[in-house]
């Protein structure tokens, strides 16, 4: 098991679908795997606050630092298009 195949059967963990053989590998995988221990907590959590629609206050400079930066990507995408148009 990869890192990839960890990722494309997430949902199904999850969701409890995958068959036991699978669900021990996934499980092997993560003992050896840092990263996909953390997306897999880190999913768990964010699963976690939307059932419960919890909402968040971001403090003001973390708050602002985000929406530049999704403004940032968004200019740069729309650059980007305008560019490719003929």
């Not at 494309?8 to 669900?23: V, W």
């Not at 050896?32 to 976690?48: D, F, K, M, P």
């Amino acid at each position: 098991m990869n890192c990839t195949e960890f990722l494309a059967n997430l949902t199904d963990y999850f969701d409890a679908s995958t068959a036991e053989a699978l669900r021990e590998e996934l499980k092997q995988h993560m003992e050896g795997c840092n990263h996909c221990t953390v997306t897999l907590n880190t999913t768990r959590q964010t699963i976690e606050i939307y059932r419960n629609e919890e909402l968040f206050e971001l403090p003001e400079p973390i708050r602002q630092k985000l929406h530049h930066a999704v403004l940032s990507k968004c200019a740069e995408k729309l650059k980007r298009r305008k560019a490719a148009q003929p």
